[in-house]
């Protein structure tokens, strides 16, 4: 199954720390219409925020990420990985609407509770 954002077999990089939002995406918790990461079959890997952005924006080229998850503090590496990332279709701010900075620096960006908002709660 595929949805608007992710076909089978893509890949997704987060930059988070281990928290809720991180580890529900993980575990089945949908992240867009009707489909979850791991439901997916989309491949989710970590990339390090003890890297320099030029060494992620390499990483994230080479695995072909096409949506990036991130953290609120890691903002200023999303915002250094955003013009540089050719493959990345879709960034994603983990944190609440209301914590999201007016001045974000990062096109097109989404926000985590708003996709799990919209989702449905079935998993076909």
Not at 29 to 53: D, I, Y
Not at 62 to 69: C, I, N, P, S
Not at 72 to 79: C, I, M, R, T
């Amino acid at each position: 199954m595929e949805d608007a954002w992710l076909k089978p077999d893509e890949r997704v990089a987060t930059l988070a720390w281990n928290g809720y939002r991180h580890l529900e995406l993980y575990y089945s918790v949908s992240v867009s219409v009707s489909v979850s990461v791991s439901v997916s079959g989309a491949v989710l890997h970590t990339l390090n925020p003890r890297l320099h952005a030029d060494q992620l924006v390499w990483m994230a080229d080479d695995a072909e990420d096409r949506v990036l998850f991130f953290d609120l503090s890691f903002l200023p590496l999303g915002q250094a990985i955003a013009p540089a990332g050719k493959p990345i279709r879709h960034f994603v701010l983990m944190c609440d609407r209301d914590r999201i900075p007016p001045d974000r620096g990062v096109p097109g960006l989404s926000c985590y509770e708003d996709l799990v908002g919209q989702a449905s709660d079935r998993v076909e």
